[in-house]
């Protein structure tokens, strides 16, 4: 902890930065009335080389997201051991290189991608467990499936061996104040309960929302997992 309490500065040890958002996190979870340990912490490592990787694997953190395919495929093999997560746009000609390196696949957002998904993991013996990603904010720019397509999503993914469809995945508009995510993050789980309500046999049980400017409001409003890369890393240079 930096003398402030505050979060610690860019210089701090990755350990250090990676201790402080976990402090923050069991307390958001606490303060959610929510299980001890109920919130996966996904660290995004996109652009950071396998060395800081390793650091932050040191520290304790075993889940990482990582957004680009050839990036994925240099750095991967490095830390096999870990869980490791596409965040990432998935395109239909990287299906099956991403289903070769990733257990979870949090952006699926049509059911084409669906059973793309399911047909390589199949043939590779695997199970593939899947987020789909919601469009929240109708940007046409975005990824993510419009919210009034899931049902359908959902209803062709019954079935598909492979795949295990186990919730939603968005990125809400940004917005600089934090609060400014939390309608966002309310309208998703909203959907997600009204999905499961409609659909009893679907397991939806995950809400992978939230980064590094709005994870104790996501937590707040039902996440499951978080996605957080620059409050552990420090701030990305260039793309990303
Ligand atoms: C880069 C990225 C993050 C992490 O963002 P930070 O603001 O650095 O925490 C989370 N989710 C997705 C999909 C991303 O691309």
Known sequence: MSPSGGAPGEGAPLSERAAWVRDRIADAVRRSGRPAGSVKLVAVSKTRPLERILEVHAAGLSVFGENYIQEAEEKIPGLPGAEWHLIGRLQGNKVRRAVALFSWIQTADSARRLREISRCAAESG????????????????????????????????????????????????????????????????????????????????????????????????????????????GSRQGRG
């Open 126 to 233: 695997k199970t593939a467990r899947v987020l789909i990603e919601v469009n929240l904010g109708g940007e046409g720019s975005k990824a993510g499936a419009d919210p009034g397509d899931l049902r359908a999503i959902l209803d062709a993914s019954t079935g598909l061996p492979g795949v295990r469809v186990e919730g939603f995945m968005a990125i809400p508009p940004f917005s600089v104040d934090p609060e400014g995510s939390r309608p966002h993050f309310k309208r998703l789980r909203e959907l997600r309960d009204a999905l499961a309500r409609e659909i009893p046999g679907a397991a939806l049980g995950e809400l992978s929302m939230g980064m590094s400017n709005d994870f104790e409001q996501a937590i707040g409003e039902g996440a499951t997992i978080v996605r957080v890369g620059t409050a552990i890393f």
